[in-house]
């Protein structure tokens, strides 16, 4: 089984991060949500990836090289517009041949793996099997209607009253047979070759359509505040260690992470927290919940539930929570206030009140 992974998306809902950067390449707990994704994949023993990427390529390709530190051969399948998921499977063609594979949406976050799911697609080898998720708002996602034995009736995209609350996960594992259905549709009103129609074109034929219910964490990063929820929660398995410096006069409690180069002077660190390599933090209180980048400065400061990336720098905020501090970025302080909650892109300037 091969997989293809779908890693072209704009990211408009997470601006202005994806100006600058590919929405896939956000970090939970300073690991790409990509890499995650790969990681994923590999558990399901498959060793060859498509990666469908649009404009942002070469620094997908930048931090994923040949796929060789994941155990996995990439190879890299561009893609010139966003036309849909079904789209993605048309110009995957080539690499795909024949073979079954798996298709995963690269901004999806499953840490409690698919790997039973996968064993029951090998084990029964239907034409597809879908991954369905009981969500409170179906409305945004492609949903599907069960019948009473577990057999799937019926898919539709982003319905306006939905019929099921099974929303489509983002991860499909498909036979060959695929190609046929994705051949046979018309674009949706939308313009896109929507993957929805194409598993419905193979039911309405008689195909074997199959359904598995994923019961464990599942997050869609697609929001700022989705991905600090989500970090919060891969925080919550963190095993601490120390790699880089801590001084005597630090503290630090639970669950810590320390990495090499990285110094702690003057301050307390509360886990769930990683310090990335590099990053100085001093006089400081940092944590819980709390993923800080490599070679950031975070001096004279208090923050818990926030991401800080690479290369950034907090210095004199005494109160700052559930933020997400773009690459670069420098957020300051002027004046005096109760506290502040910022979403800050790339190599930006903030001042906030002291």
């Not at 309405?204 to 359509?209: F, H, K, L, Y």
Request: include cysteine; proline fraction near 5%; charged fraction near 20%.
């Amino acid at each position: 089984m091969r997989a293809l992974v779908l890693a072209g998306g704009s990211g408009t809902r997470l601006r202005p991060f994806s100006y600058s950067m590919p929405k896939q390449l956000i970090p939970i707990a300073n690991t790409p949500v990509l890499v995650h994704v790969l990681r994923s994949i590999r558990e399901l023993g498959v060793s060859e990836a498509g990666v469908v990427v649009g404009n942002r390529g070469p620094e997908i390709e930048a931090v994923l090289g040949d796929g060789s530190r994941f155990d996995l051969r990439i190879t890299y399948i561009p893609q010139d517009a966003p036309l849909g998921l079904a789209h993605t499977v048309s110009i995957a063609r080539d690499f795909l041949g024949d073979d079954d594979f798996v298709m995963y949406l690269g901004d999806n976050m499953l840490p409690d793996g698919v790997a039973d799911i996968a064993g029951e697609f090998t084990m029964h080898r239907p034409d597809a099997q879908v991954v369905v998720h009981q969500v409170a708002d179906p409305r945004s996602f492609g949903v599907a209607e069960l019948g009473p034995d577990g057999e799937v009736l019926r898919l539709v995209e982003k319905p306006a009253e939905p019929r099921s609350d099974l929303a489509l996960l983002g991860v499909y594992f498909f036979t060959p047979a695929i190609h046929r259905a994705v051949a046979a549709i018309k674009p949706s009103a939308r313009g896109e070759l929507e993957i929805t129609d194409a598993v419905q074109w193979l039911l309405t034929s008689g195909a074997d359509v199959r359904a598995s219910r994923y019961d464990g964490y599942w997050k869609d990063t697609g929001r700022a505040e989705d991905v600090l929820e989500c970090n919060s929660h891969f925080l919550g398995g963190l095993r601490g260690r120390v790699d880089g410096d801590v001084d005597p006069g630090s503290i630090l409690l639970g669950q810590v992470v320390v990495e090499a180069g990285a110094r702690v002077l003057r301050s307390r660190i509360e886990g769930p927290t990683i310090i990335g390599a590099g990053t100085v933090v001093e006089d400081s209180q940092v944590g819980p919940y709390t993923s800080i980048g490599r070679d950031c400065l975070v001096s004279g400061s208090r923050l818990e539930r926030s991401i800080v990336l690479n290369q950034a720098t907090v210095t004199g905020v005494h109160s700052l929570r559930d933020s997400l501090i773009g690459r670069g970025a420098s957020v300051g302080t002027t004046g005096s206030g109760a506290g502040h909650c910022l979403v800050v892109g790339d190599h930006t300037r903030v001042e906030v009140a002291a």
